[in-house]
């Protein structure tokens, strides 16, 4: 998942340099989301992965 936030954070910074704003604008929003999901399964797989032995 980390992986695709990252290729989109790329995506956006491609086509604000060829002045694409609402294509930047909408894969910059995306790999926010995309990037606070994984953020947030990362957490909850330390906090429950933490109980089992």
Do not use: Q, T
């Given at each position: 998942?980390?992986?695709?936030?990252?290729?989109?954070?790329?995506i956006a910074v491609?086509?604000?340099i060829?002045?694409?704003?609402?294509?930047a604008a909408g894969a910059a929003y995306a790999a926010k989301i995309v990037?606070?999901?994984a953020l947030?399964?990362?957490i909850l797989s330390l906090i429950f992965g933490g109980f089992k032995k």
């Open positions: 998942m980390l992986r695709l936030s990252i290729a989109l954070i790329i491609v086509a604000a060829f002045g694409f704003g609402g294509i990037f606070f999901i947030a399964l990362i």
